[in-house]
């Protein structure tokens, strides 16, 4: 048996061994190395994918924790190793501490700060700011006709897939099951012709002048009308017919008989509307946006439609993901940021899958907005939002951010309609609670450096 102080011996050899490892230049390099390789594999992936991708996959893994823990961990072991610490030992001391909180600053801005954005039409108010985390819910139709809301979740199908664990969710009517995610799929829509009177009709349509040609389908589903809004006008079609409350360019649709739709064009300018009666292959003309006409492609009085969901193995602008839903028999698709009608024959409900939305605290509206253009072609130059917040209004163009109550509003992207003319702005919002420990290890990692670098240049003419 070892005696006390041969036991107090061995203890302290493996410390200062240990000690001795933690504070190496090996562990270092092979820190740096690691660091390195999870950093490139994070290009790749955000390169062959995109930076959603690359930050679940890999900066938000427990690869890249290990390598920044072996990072904090070498540099205590380093400072640890030093002590007593000397003069001499105070350019690497405020180094070393720089890049320890500045870490500390990184991971609180992770974990507990914000980074969404809120899209608006002009004349438009929002209070939410939408993330990227995505959200489950389901909804059941109370006896009141009122929806009540029995499951929320956050989910991750990309990490945790449903091919691979089942994800269930029960209600008195049975569980409902989502069986399927596609990461990145391209929404296609089938219409047919329904028997069933509860159906609500469809109809193609082709959107034409010398700057346009687009056609697609409109399928009316449930209680309200279904409207398509192109900026500066929205098609709308409804069961029957239908008076629009809000004013502007659009056009109203509703079925005359099983072969016959008729519509109603109404005018921004206070100009009597227009109406009449169309069959396929016949042409409507608006009167606005340079001679924009409408033509019928194809009318079903009832109609159902079915969504599906085109595999992608990469992203694109065109793709978004998707999850396959079984209820009672039957499996649906719903595309993220849309929901599904799920009923038996004594229930209904509806299942969300969404980007999850934020209060932000307080209202924006959006009062104008602006793109400035590159002389003599259409290739944005700037472009600038005039908002309006309880501080008053303000101007947020793409180097001027807005600050306020805690959130920095920043310029990000427009959308813009079929003419190019720019109807929806696009606002970064952003809230970044580890900044200051970031600004202060910023500011001990350039002290620790100049320091550094005069104690050479005093030692180099001292000596």
Known sequence: MLQPQAMTGKIEKVSKAILGFLASLKLAVITIIFIGIVCAWGTIVESQYNSEIAYKVVYKSVWMYLALGMLVVNLLGVMVDRLPWKKKHIPFILAHTGIIILLLGAYITQERGLDGSIAMDIGETNSYVTVPNTDLNVYQLTELQEYKRIHSEEVDFYLRSPQKKEYKINTPDGPIVVTDYIPFAIRKVNVSASKRIMDGPALRYQLKNNFVSENDWLVQQGQKPEVRDFGPTKLVLAKEKFE???????????????????????????????????????????????????????????????????????????????????????????????????????????????????????????????VGKYQGTNNPMSYQSQVEIPSGKHMISMNEPLKYNGLTLYQASFQQDTTGKPTTSILSVNKDPGRPLKYIGSILIVLGSASLFYNRKLRKVQG
């Open 244 to 370: 629009p409350k809000d004013k502007g360019n659009q056009v109203v649709f509703w079925p005359t008989g099983r072969d016959a739709v008729s519509y109603a064009i109404y005018y921004k300018d206070g100009r009597p509307k227009k109406t009449g009666t169309a069959k396929k292959g016949d042409t409507i003309p608006t009167g606005w946006m340079g001679n924009l006409e409408i033509i019928i492609l194809g009318f079903y009085k009832n109609a159902s439609y079915q969504t599906e969901y085109e595999r992608h193995d990469r992203p694109n602008d065109l793709t978004t993901a998707a999850i396959e839903v079984s209820f009672n028999g039957q499996k649906q698709w719903a595309g993220l940021n849309s929901a599904l009608e799920l009923f038996t024959s004594k229930a209904g409900y509806i299942l969300t899958y969404s980007n999850r939305r934020i209060p932000l605290g307080f209202e924006v509206k959006l009062l104008d907005f602006s």
